[in-house]
């Protein structure tokens, strides 16, 4: 079964500090693996998308990385910021179809 | 910039209504999808569609029939809400940017809409 999950499901973090968000995922078939940010009650904006063939994204304060032969997925956010504070979702789509799962979610606050 | 838009930010319905759920793009997306949020369970695929009047079944597609007549605007139905189906909706629009040869797309990173939480009572 394609599964995808987030650990852990909530974290908090003094301003400032650096940190690191995962991401893993059961079969390695796949397309894509993408990292998305949820503020409370919105919809999801996309931040990241890793081929498969790529290794890492970077965006801003941002770099993703991606091992497919472990199934594994970071975000690393630097020097974080109150703003940042949101729950942050990875999705992988999977080779042969449309499907793409989503993880639960990790729940982020980042601490003035 | 694309647009994804729900008709709805925030819905009460009673048990046994009949439900509607719109959602609309800009971008001339040819896929769309709906989803439902639930806490600690993610986002899970009710359906989606590749095209005009064509649909295909997610996860989760017992309760709901979806309806997509244009292009741009993708409708969810719930045909006799239950207090089960009280969730977080969430629709996105994507373009499909790559063919293999066994006729599976790719899909693009998928845009969402702002969500419409219903409560069934």
């Known amino acids: 079964k394609q599964e995808v999950t987030q650990i852990p499901a909530a974290l908090s973090v003094p301003e400032g500090e650096n940190l690191v968000l995962n991401c893993s995922f059961t079969d390695s078939a796949i397309y894509n693996l993408q990292w998305f940010r949820q503020d409370p009650g919105k919809g999801l904006t996309s931040l990241l998308l890793i081929q498969s063939s790529q290794r890492e994204q970077t965006s801003g304060r941002l770099n993703a990385s991606l091992d497919k032969s472990s199934g594994r997925s970071t975000l690393y956010i630097a020097a974080s910021q109150p703003g940042d504070s949101a729950t942050y979702l990875c999705?992988?789509?999977?080779?042969?179809?449309?499907?793409?799962?989503f993880g639960a979610g990790t729940r982020l606050f980042v601490k003035a | 910039d694309v647009k994804v838009t729900q008709s709805s930010r925030y819905l009460v319905k009673r048990t046994g209504e009949k439900v509607f759920l719109e959602c609309v793009q800009d971008m001339d997306h040819e896929n769309m999808f709906w989803y439902r949020q639930d806490p600690g369970l993610g986002l899970r695929l009710i359906y989606f569609?590749?095209?005009?009047?064509?649909?295909e079944k997610g996860d989760i597609p017992e309760g709901y029939s979806v309806s997509r007549e244009k292009k741009e605007r993708f409708s969810l139905i719930l045909e006799s809400a239950s207090t089960n189906q009280t969730s977080m909706y969430l629709c996105?629009?994507?373009?499909?940017?790559?063919?293999?040869?066994?006729?599976?797309?790719?899909?693009?990173?998928?845009?969402f809409g702002p969500g419409t939480r219903l409560l069934v009572l």
């Open positions: 569609s590749y095209d005009v009047k064509m649909k």
């Open positions: 996105a629009s994507s373009l499909i940017f790559l063919r293999t040869s066994g006729g599976a797309g790719v899909v693009e990173t998928q845009y």
């Open positions: 999705a992988v789509q999977y080779t042969g179809g449309f499907k793409t799962i």
